[in-house]
């Protein structure tokens, strides 16, 4: 949030009117405020976008169960082994299965109908 900081660079700059000739002061603070815009607007980009680690990033990602889940279990998810509990379902290994939320260290799935999966696999791998 502090890229938008950057765009009273020039404000500040209006300072230099006051101890430059005003051509002078003008073209420094024509080029101050073209470099904070040109740093602030790819940084402004950076925040829109999707997250891409963490908790946030796991619901809905698909995963695949490593050992029977009952009430807990295993599965591997993005290349990492998890705890799941199944929320009532009963879900065999190597069955795929959707991450529906995490609870501290404990992701909470279900399991995916075939073509769901492939849709989001699909989706991922674009």
Do not use: Y
């Amino acid at each position: 949030m502090w890229c938008h900081l950057l765009l009273l660079v020039p404000v500040a700059g209006l300072g230099l009117f006051f101890v430059l000739p005003w051509p002078v002061a003008l073209a420094l603070n024509v080029v101050l405020a073209a470099i904070a815009v040109g740093i602030a607007i790819p940084g402004m980009r950076a925040l829109r976008q999707p997250v891409l680690t963490g908790r946030e990033a796991l619901v809905g990602r698909v995963a695949e169960a490593v050992t029977e889940i009952g009430r807990e279990g295993f599965v591997r998810c993005e290349g990492e082994l998890w705890t799941a509990s199944a929320n009532g379902h009963r879900i065999s290994k190597g069955t795929r299965v959707s991450v529906t939320g995490v609870e501290g260290l404990r992701l909470a799935v279900q399991p995916v109908e075939p073509d769901a999966a492939k849709q989001r696999m699909a989706k991922k791998d674009e």
